[in-house]
């Protein structure tokens, strides 16, 4: 069996100021190359639960543990490095800063990772894109020259850089097409497969869940909200 | 140095809010250096009017009236004093030399001075320089002018030309001293003070061509030019007079003495402290300016902080992105500080560069119109002082949306709302 990247245990999360957590999971385990699918409705926490994961918030409660590291033993810039080093991530969109390159935009996580800069090598942002189905005239362009579909694809290339151990996504394909869709989830398990990244989709959408290996229903783990009987 | 590059080509992104927040900061340390400048030029072109001269002695009335007459022209005399008087006290034994000055007489809105030879040798302005020659000597003969460079430019003089001294200080066709011409013997080099735009000629020359003159009007009696110089040319009145003392330890006693001189009211001043007063009346004005162009200093700073302020909406996204690829939350503050930084280093080179060029411009016009040289010096402490504090002032601006993007970055996370 594959080792698990990421346990929650015990986790609780509430936003300051309000009176009911947001997050209760009592025990989520990822598994190292799987491809898991959370589905949830808009304000179930999901992207509350892709933060706690990423270290960017710290849960109240319970232990976070990513590819063998407590996040609770580390400082917030130590997070800040972890997470530049072995998380990949995608958003919904606007993925992509409008006064870089296409080409600087991928390379973002190498200028605040060593590890990443060392394992993407010289050549790896051009062969992404290129993986990507990117055209090579857009590289040194500037990026709202691109479509909605291929800045999502480029983000892809971007998370995939440097081989993170993880990619996190969220709900990167709202805003695309059926047909953009699912070119865009194949290429995205392609790659991650490649390089043996663990993904970790969160969509309210569930007409893409089958394509997973592995689909959460996210009010399943989430125990906030239920009434203690 | 990654973030520096990001910070660079984030502000080249948003290169037109900021590069007029930059231009108003460089406007305001245009203002701010060139106020500071022009205070100083004129303070120095002020202050080295008269050196060495110990004491000045005229009429009792004020003392910066009296300075303002004696040494800058400006205004008139309240009254004269006795030639016997001058004598008197210039024949005190502390006293090495006195200088006479009469006056009252222009040509051609120039003031014509009467003095004595001894003024070319005594007078002093700028640290102790003397007066020198361009061209010609001192006058000698009752009918000999010497004049200032000023008046040799503008009236377009040359040596042995002949001038017409009118009486008064406004010239009028009715009170010329049209009978006694003078011939121009020198033309004094360029000293920046009034003495540029001042007519010498002896205090003989001032008595022949009063001597025919009564309470302002012609007498009726002529005399001509060659008949007054075989008169008696003594003066009977001056306006006042510059002293020097043996040494500078009598200056208060004899001072004390002028004033309670018994014969007539007389007032002797010392010039150094008459001007360190005058100064100060006019420098609160230029302090005034000095606060007005802090303040606008203090605007194109605020200008800055609305501009960075109104950005932190549209910047939300980009912060996002960058925390997301390993921004620390301070990552994030730095980069509003690194631009607040290029904007007002960029405004304060843009400042001292457009304050240059404009020098170098007017400094031919203003040395022509006023006679007053700037030098195209170096940036002074006083004004790097202003440049480092505008930067510092800038930097501490922009913690302000620095640290809103840091909190905010904080708890935004991942999930930008907008």
Redesign the interface.
């Known amino acids: 069996m594959n080792p698990n990247v990421i346990k929650l245990h015990n986790l609780r999360f509430r936003w300051p100021g309000q009176a009911e957590d947001i997050l209760h999971i009592p025990d989520m385990q990822i598994h190292q190359g799987e491809h898991l699918f959370i589905q949830g409705s808009s304000g179930s926490g999901k992207?509350?639960l892709?933060?706690i994961i990423?270290g960017?918030?710290c849960p109240n409660a319970g232990t976070v543990q990513v590819l063998d590291t407590a996040l609770a033993n580390l400082s917030?810039?130590q997070r800040?490095?972890f997470?530049?080093?072995h998380l990949g991530?995608i958003?919904q969109q606007?993925?992509?800063?409008?006064?870089?390159s296409l080409l600087e935009n991928v390379q973002?996580?190498c200028?605040?990772?060593h590890k990443r800069k060392a394992q993407a090598g010289d050549e790896a942002a051009l062969r992404l894109l290129d993986e990507l189905q990117i055209p090579k005239h857009l590289v040194n362009k500037p990026v709202n020259a691109l479509s909605v579909g291929q800045q999502q694809r480029v983000a892809v290339a971007?998370a995939l850089i440097g081989r993170p151990e993880i990619i996190i996504a969220?709900e990167p394909t709202s805003a695309l097409d059926t047909n953009n869709r699912n070119r865009f989830l194949e290429l995205l398990f392609s790659e991650a497969n490649q390089q043996g990244s663990t993904l970790v989709f969160v969509s309210h959408d569930p007409h893409i869940a089958q394509k997973f290996s592995r689909v959460i229903e996210l009010s399943d783990i989430n125990h906030a909200g239920e009434t203690i009987i | 140095m990654k973030l520096l590059k990001l910070a660079a080509k984030s502000a080249w992104n948003r290169k037109i809010s900021l590069s007029l927040a930059m231009f108003s900061i460089a406007i305001s340390i245009l203002l701010l250096l060139g106020v500071d400048k022009i205070r100083k030029e004129a303070k120095n072109s002020f202050i080295n009017t008269i050196s060495q001269t110990d004491l000045i002695v005229g009429a009792r009335s004020g003392p910066v009236n009296l300075l303002l007459y004696s040494v800058f022209h400006i205004g008139n005399a309240t009254n004269n004093i006795s030639y016997a008087s001058y004598q008197k006290i210039a024949a005190k034994k502390r006293v090495k030399w006195t200088v006479p000055i009469s006056l009252g007489d222009s040509h051609r809105g120039f003031r014509v001075m009467g003095t004595s030879r001894d003024y070319f040798r005594y007078y002093r302005y700028a640290n102790a320089r003397t007066l020198q020659f361009q061209h010609g000597k001192p006058f000698v003969d009752v009918y000999d002018a010497v004049i200032g460079y000023e008046v040799a430019r503008a009236l377009n003089y040359s040596l042995n030309d002949n001038i017409i001294i009118s009486h008064g200080i406004v010239s009028s066709k009715f009170a010329e001293h049209d009978d006694k011409p003078f011939r121009i013997v020198g033309i004094l080099k360029k000293t920046g003070t009034p003495v540029d735009r001042t007519i010498q000629v002896s205090l003989q020359g001032i008595e022949a061509i009063h001597i025919d003159w009564q309470s302002g009007t012609r007498s009726g009696l002529k005399i001509s030019a060659e008949q007054a110089r075989k008169m008696g040319l003594e003066p009977k009145a001056i306006t006042a007079f510059m002293l020097g003392l043996e040494n500078k330890i009598d200056t208060f006693r004899l001072q004390r003495k002028i004033n309670e001189y018994r014969a007539e009211p007389l007032l002797a001043i010392i010039p150094g402290a008459t001007l360190a007063t005058l100064w100060q009346t006019i420098g609160n004005f230029e302090k005034v300016l000095l606060v007005v162009s802090a303040l606008v200093l203090m605007a194109g700073l605020i200008g800055l902080l609305t501009t960075l302020l109104t950005t932190l909406n549209e910047r939300r996204r980009e912060m996002a992105v960058l925390r997301a690829v390993g921004a620390h939350a301070y990552h994030v503050m730095l980069l509003f500080v690194l631009e607040a930084t290029f904007v007002v280093a960029g405004g304060c080179v843009l400042g001292v560069a457009l304050l240059y060029l404009i020098q170098s411009v007017i400094q031919p016009l203003v040395a022509d119109l006023y006679g007053i040289h700037i030098s195209l010096c170096l940036l002074d402490g006083e004004q790097l002082l202003v440049l480092g504090a505008a930067v510092l002032l800038g930097i501490l601006f922009s913690l302000i949306p620095g640290l809103i993007a840091y909190k905010r970055s904080l708890q935004d996370g991942l999930m930008v709302k907008i």
């Open positions: 992207t509350t892709l933060n990423s960017i918030n917030t810039i800040d490095q997470r530049v080093d991530v958003f606007f993925n992509l800063l409008p006064y870089l973002l996580p200028w605040f990772s971007r969220d």
